[in-house]
């Protein structure tokens, strides 16, 4: 076993360095989810390593991390986190989607929790993304042969019969909702599917509930075989910390793939909702975060724990944001939140890299030498530095309540994206679906990371597929047209029509925002595009500004003034072959290139209008994987999206 303080003057220690650490934080420093997520990469350049002195293997932290630097990628546009999550998810995945390490045989459901990135790789533009969704089928596999309690629950792992633990529901459910999501093609077969995971957290609220607290117990034993087992409940004695965070955090991320109008969502919901007040209510009132053994507070040896307090903060903070829980509870997890900043994290005085302390190294039952899930079980795990079950979680709550101070700009409106005058299609895992601009395309031709951009601003993103009236553009606050099609797009475009410019322009004079995206004239429509943009005093040209040769990237580049109203975080961006605009009034420049007017916008009654002849914040040009560093559209999406939020009545 490794030294270790007494815990005690451990956590004397954690307090007094920690609490230096955090007051030498400067505001101009990188966010806390970039300097940990940092910190991985940099102690496992290449691939992660979970258990000491021996090879790195397929492991359910290596995925928990993996997934967490995925939200930084995704906070950040910054390409090198998608990288190195690729290169690491090779080392694993063959060709034609063999896992190294990974046995199915095992049927362990820790094994599952690694599919989430697998399924995040699929959807990439990549050579060889077959074999990512070949892997996650393959874990898909397992779920559909995983040994079940005769209730219809899953065996946490093949090597422990007949039990659920709480763990489970988040190495599985997550995955299983998503893949069920994006691949499950039959309604039928789709809703059989959603049901089986709401009845796998049916089965831990009917069994693993404390009637006294409401807190949950670790696991439940069908057969009452396992000594740790209660003779009548079946339930292990005693209340885990990170147990309950792992279903807090399955619960609240489960609801991300559920569907609106599935009748068992509303239990998920109310799961959650029953839960985290619970939880609330043992938090430790002197430092904001949660004991290991979580009602026992002030009891002998007991002591605050990192990653139990980092995935309640998480749950929490996410609950609030996506309004499953009331905005009251956002003080919990900000209490929770600089408690796990004061009483957890210090920075390593050699490496100036930022160490997380306090995490309990493992915690389970049964096995030899065997757990009996006791107090004195839980109190005699060691507690480990950056413990990836506590990093992992520590990331993701840093990623929450990053967001904290920015998603009231967006509660309760509603940014559009159409498509009707851009209805393309292309040939997809299960036959043709639409691509191109839409915020659920998370290939290099969609608009996926600036709708989340608009989503984590607290806006609710939707596609408007009819063409615009004032029935189908009321509620919309933000509407925007891109890249009308051509015929060679699509065989029969819906062109622009003058009863569709009457109802836009109506829609901007009563307040509404309206954004125009064009492209280059081999590319859109823009005749019957351009009596639209008439309406508000702009006139897209087919002259093409920024060709590009190749990977020229200077060809591309347009220079944003300092101080801009629009773009105020952002000085250079890259748009290629636009189209420039010719205004009149009401319209005025809002980003020129010499004499060239590249973007511009127009006060129309009580509303406004934006415009610029490209689509140039698309995946391809915000995600970082493709364009030099240099060139900022990840944060001019932000930029841009913010500013449309504001102009929103």
Do not use: C
């Not at 691509?435 to 600036?450: I, K, V």
């Not at 590319?523 to 040209?541: H, I, T, V, W, Y």
Request: glycine share 8%; proline share 7%.
């Amino acid at each position: 076993m490794p030294f270790r303080l007494p815990r005690p003057l451990l956590l004397a220690a954690l307090l007094t360095t920690s609490i230096v650490s955090v007051r030498a934080q400067s505001p101009a420093e990188k966010p806390w989810s970039v300097r940990m997520a940092d910190a991985v990469i940099k102690k496992y350049p290449d691939s992660i390593a979970v258990k000491e002195n021996k090879p790195a293997g397929w492991d359910y932290e290596q995925g928990l991390v993996l997934n967490a630097i995925e939200r930084v990628w995704e906070r950040t546009g910054d390409g090198h986190y998608y990288d190195y999550i690729l290169h690491d998810i090779d080392r694993y995945v063959g060709k034609d989607g063999p896992i190294r390490t990974y046995r199915m045989d095992e049927f362990n459901l820790d094994n599952i929790t690694t599919g989430r990135v697998l399924l995040m790789l699929a959807q990439q533009t990549q050579p060889g993304r077959e074999n990512y969704k070949r892997a996650a089928d393959t874990l898909r596999a397992q779920l559909a042969r995983q040994p079940r309690t005769k209730e219809g629950g899953f065996w946490h792992k093949q090597r422990y019969p007949n039990q659920m633990w709480l763990d489970g529901l988040f190495m599985a459910e997550p995955f299983y909702a998503e893949y069920t999501k994006l691949y499950d093609r039959s309604p039928d077969s789709a809703n059989r599917h959603f049901n089986d995971i709401a009845h796998q957290f049916a089965l831990i609220e009917q069994h693993l509930i404390d009637p006294k607290t409401g807190l949950l117990y670790h696991g439940y034993d069908e057969s009452r075989q396992e000594k740790w087992a209660n003779s009548k409940t079946g339930t292990s004695p005693s209340f885990w910390g990170r147990s309950m965070g792992w279903y807090a955090m399955a619960l609240v991320d489960v609801l991300d793939y559920f569907p609106e109008n599935h009748p068992r969502r509303a239990d998920l919901l109310r799961y959650f909702q029953r839960l985290m007040p619970v939880l609330v209510r043992y938090q430790d009132p002197k430092t904001g975060a949660w004991y290991q053994v979580t009602d026992q507070a002030g009891r002998k040896e007991n002591y605050v724990e990192a990653s139990a307090s980092s995935m309640f903060v998480y749950a929490l903070a996410k609950g609030v944001r996506l309004g499953y829980l009331p905005a009251s509870m956002l003080s919990a997890a900000t209490k929770g939140y600089q408690g796990i900043l004061k009483t957890f994290v210090t920075t390593d005085p050699a490496s100036q890299q930022p160490v997380l302390n306090g995490t309990v190294s493992v915690g389970g039952l049964g096995g030899s030498p065997y757990r009996d899930g006791s107090y004195a079980y839980y109190l005699s795990e060691p507690i480990r530095q950056n413990d990836l079950k506590g990093v992992g979680p520590f990331i993701m709550a840093s990623v929450e309540m990053e967001m904290v101070d920015e998603y009231p700009l967006g509660r309760g409106k509603t940014v559009a994206v159409d498509t009707y005058f851009n209805n393309e299609t292309r040939k997809g895992d299960s036959g043709p679906e639409p691509f191109h601009y839409l915020w659920n395309d998370r290939m290099h031709s969609g608009f996926w990371l600036w709708g989340k951009t608009f989503r984590e601003l607290g806006a609710t993103t939707v596609t408007q597929p009819n063409a615009p009236t004032a029935q189908t553009l009321n509620g919309k606050d933000v509407y925007i047209i891109v890249d009308p099609d051509t015929p060679k797009e699509t065989p029969k475009p819906n062109y622009v029509q003058p009863a569709d410019v009457d109802a836009l322009d109506a829609w901007v004079r009563a307040g509404g925002v309206l954004v125009l995206m064009a492209n280059d004239s081999a590319n859109a429509e823009l005749p019957r595009f351009n009596q639209l943009a008439k309406r508000f005093g702009m006139q897209f040209g087919y002259e093409q500004v920024n060709p590009v040769q190749g990977t020229r990237w200077s060809d591309g580049k347009l220079t944003i003034p300092a101080n801009d109203p629009i773009f105020p975080h952002v000085s250079t961006i890259y748009v290629k072959e636009l189209s420039p605009l010719t205004l009149t009034a009401p319209a005025k420049p809002a980003l020129l290139k010499g004499n060239t007017v590249i973007m511009a916008t127009a006060k129309v009654g009580k509303g406004i209008v934006f415009a610029i002849g490209d689509p140039w914040l698309y995946n391809e040009y915000t995600d970082g994987r493709r364009i030099p560093i240099e060139y900022q559209n990840f944060q001019a999406g932000k930029d841009l999206a913010t500013w449309l939020l504001k102009q929103t009545k």
